[in-house]
Structure formats: C-alpha cells, structure tokens
C-alpha cells in the first residue's frame, strides 16, 4: 500500500491516491447498548454484553482507515472497511452489524465522528457524509453532507470537538478546501497560509480548537489560529502522521521513527522503535487516560502498542494478521 498525499493548490484540493470507496439516527430509547446509571447519566454496557459487538470470528485485520480511543474507554477502536474492530483487556471484538467503512475516523471524549460509507444492507445514505456515534456506532447522529461528502481527511478535538475538514469536491455548504467548524453547522473556510502544496494529514489540538497541525513529505506545520496561518515545526524530512496531546504532540518521520515534541519549550524525544522492518506510519494514537500508551497503525497493516513511552513494544497485528 502506497503512503496517500493530496495537494493543496491555492483553494483547490486534489487528491493523489485514496482508500476505499444502519439505521437512520436512531432515537435514544432505541439504543440498547445504554443503560441508565443515575438520573442524567449514562453508560455503555461492557463489550461481552453488547448487543452489537461480539468476538472477532477472522484473525485479519486490514483496509484500516483510523485508530483512537473513543469515550475515554480504554477501549482500542480500529475503523475498518469492514466496520470497527475493538482491542480490549487483551480480547478483540467486531461490529456484528451497523458494519460500515468510517473513512476519516476520530475518537472524541463521548464517541467518534466519522464519515464513509455504509455497510452492507445499511439504509444510511451513501456517502455517509459527516456522522456522530456515542454508543460504538451502534446509533448514528447524521450531522450533515448525507449523501454529499465523504471527507477521507478530517480531524476533530478530542474535548472540544471543535472540526476541520478537507473538503476535496464542492457540495452544499462548501467549496473544494479546508474549512473549521465549532457545532457542524456553520463553516468557515481555513487560509492555509505557510503551508506546502503537499499534504499528507491533519490534527487538531484536544482542547485549543485553535491549534491544529498538517504533515506533509516537507515537514510538519503548525497553526495556532485556526489554520489561518502555518510554521515549520520540524527541518525539511517527510512526516507522515502526527496526534496531539495537552501538552506534547507525536509525529512520524520518513525512516519510520516516533517523536515526541513538548509544546511549550520545543524539546523533542525520539523513541524507540519495534525491532524488524517497519513500513511508513499512517495512524498514531494515544491513550487519553494514559500518555504512557501509544499505538501506530503501518501502511503494511501493523499494529503496534507501547503503554511505557516505547521502552517495549507489544505487536498486536503483523502484515494483518492478529498476534495472539
């Protein structure tokens, strides 16, 4: 699999290469998956009683689209062509139904968002255009563009939930470009001025809606008003994946290696690496309940999961297959 880039050309976006191509919203009282805990709470059911979710039945796990932590679970989220796959205490679980392909996947502190398409037999609209799911995906908020968009790049603050999107073909509300939005609704295109023609990913901050981050085979570039405006955060070597955290961020470069940069003095730490051939980095991924715990997805379908900052690393899934 080939690393993908789109290029950005003054307010034109053109994508290089690409990967792939349930109900309606379901009401709350139809979401089985939720139980009351106390008056204006609620909380998940644990995976072994879900009604969606059940052991994963095919040791292979590829055409990966995203990695995250939704809800603040602890639970490894995977969306897959095939539909999201969890890692959880050790033990792996599928989607049984609602088996969509979330393209642009981000986890956020009460769910995900996500665009794509639907699964088979699904009546959800194609594409899936911009969706919300508090509950593993087993209901969907449909938040606009049904039908319209499928936004492959797309990045959302973990707490603020605050939105960028690349928007690659003109639909209702915008043109070709990146635009921001705080509640879905209303959209404001982003200048992008500093930025290289290149683009390979974005990310936003957790919390600071206004600081978000662009990889490109040039550098990392970072904005802190809104993509308004960029600088160069690293020398001139390709940096293919980046995820922020409070007060640190991790970026991926060309020879396969992970780097930790504090926001606030600069400084930055290598970490070490998996021993074996590692292929290019196209997902990071930490634990927002633990730093320590960080995962990469490779685009040879490698998975691979450290919970001491890199000191040891654990393989989950190697060429696509399961590690048991």
Request: with cysteine.
């Amino acid at each position: 699999m080939k690393m993908k880039w789109f290029t950005l050309i003054g307010t034109t976006i053109l994508l290089i290469s690409a990967g792939c191509q349930n109900d309606k919203e379901a009401k709350p009282e139809d979401n089985t998956e939720v139980v009351q805990v106390e008056e204006g709470e609620e909380k998940l059911v644990s995976l072994k009683e879900s009604s969606l979710y059940g052991e994963l039945q095919n040791e292979k796990i590829d055409h990966v689209h995203g990695i995250g932590y939704p809800g603040n679970r602890n639970e490894l989220m995977i969306a897959t062509h095939n539909g999201p796959i969890i890692n959880f205490e050790g033990f792996w679980y599928e989607a049984k139904d609602n088996k969509n392909d979330y393209m642009g996947f981000n986890d956020v502190s009460d769910g995900f968002y996500s665009s794509g398409h639907p699964g088979e037999g699904s009546d959800l609209p194609n594409p899936l255009g911009l969706i919300k799911s508090m509950d593993r995906g087993k209901t969907i908020e449909e938040l606009g563009f049904q039908g319209e968009s499928d936004f492959h790049y797309l990045t959302v603050g973990y707490e603020s939930h605050a939105i960028y999107a690349v928007n690659q073909m003109e639909n209702s509300k915008m043109g070709t470009g990146v635009y921001y939005s705080e509640d879905a609704k209303e959209w404001e295109k982003v200048q992008l001025n500093g930025t290289p023609n290149q683009v390979s990913g974005i990310a936003t901050h957790p919390t600071d809606s206004n600081v978000v981050a662009i990889t490109s085979p040039l550098g990392l570039f970072v904005s802190n008003d809104k993509g308004n405006s960029f600088d160069r955060l690293t020398e001139e070597i390709s940096v293919s994946s980046v995820t922020f955290m409070e007060d640190q961020l991790v970026y991926a470069i060309e020879n396969k290696k992970l780097v930790i940069q504090n926001l606030k003095n600069g400084n930055e730490t290598e970490l070490s690496m998996p021993e074996g051939d590692l292929e290019t980095i196209d997902y990071i991924a930490v634990n927002p309940q633990d730093e320590k715990e960080i995962v990469f997805h490779s685009v040879g379908e490698s998975i691979y999961q450290t919970s001491d900052r890199g000191e040891s690393w654990n393989a989950l899934v190697k060429d696509g297959e399961i590690i048991e």
